[in-house]
């Protein structure tokens, strides 16, 4: 599905092209986390696969915060930039919240700035954080029917739970939010008729917490002590109960890459409809 939407992406570029806007995508990295850099690189040549310009900027992690609010500064003005992300975590030093003020809204394709958050609540035009967006797209791929049904979202982080539960509201779904002060988890999830595990815990939900026939997504992306990737489901007891179920690897996070294009393709548009 990831590559049918980036494919989708490229095949709507040259109307664009052609109307003089070459969609562009700023991304900006510290440090040296393996991980980060894995994500980075992905997005990279997932941009240059669909024909999106992209420009990276990397610095030591030793960069300052005001260095780093100049360089997001000149990227909000540049007209090449549509999109600009800058790729977290972030060095204990910086600031992420202000450094993601910092970025104009309108170029949020992260869709992690407050007016993105605050259009996302209130269903209004903005941009939808990458990862949860992705799920929704999963769930209308399998035509998944949310009015009325019981959602329950594990986790509650700005990227990833509480937009996550604020898309499955606006379709009507009944949602419940699940954190680590919660009481009696497994009760709420074998209640969940959709089940959201993002909560960065190896294989925190096993069968015995899964409804028979539920839809369950994966976001987790834990290693486990031998260093191997998995998700924050137990794949292997949750796939005999779950109706449908994301794995970890080639579940959300390939999708997380494809809404990242499909977001920077939209802003593109709406610069080149502001024009
Ligand atoms: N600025 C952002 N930072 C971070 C985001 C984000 O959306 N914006 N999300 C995560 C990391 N992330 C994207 O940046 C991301 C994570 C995982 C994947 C992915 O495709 N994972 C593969 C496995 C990759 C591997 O082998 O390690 C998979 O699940 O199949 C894509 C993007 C935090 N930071």
Known sequence: ???????GVAAQLPVLKAAGVNPGLAVVLLGDDPASHVYVRHKIKACEEAGIDSFLEK?????????????IDALNRDARVHGILVQLPLPRHIDARKVIQAIS????????????????????EGFWPCTPYGCMKMLESIGYPLPGKHAVVIGRSNIVGKPMAMML??????VTICHSGTRN???LTREADVLVAAVGKARLVTGDMVKQGAVVLD????????????????????RTVAGHITPVPGGVGPMTIAMLLVNTLESARRAARAQ
Do not use: P, W
């Open 1 to 7: 599905m990831a590559r049918r939407l980036r494919a």
């Open 105 to 124: 809204a309108k170029k949020d394709v992260d869709g992690f700035h407050v007016a993105n958050a605050g259009a996302l609540m209130t269903g209004i």
């Open 59 to 71: 610095y030591e992690a030793t960069l300052s915060e005001q260095a780093l609010l100049a360089r």
């Open 185 to 187: 988890l497994k009760a």
């Open 169 to 174: 509201l606006q379709q009507n779904a009944t």
């Open 219 to 238: 976001v987790g992306m834990n290693r486990t002590t031998e260093g191997k990737l998995c998700g924050d489901v137990d794949f292997e007891s949750v």
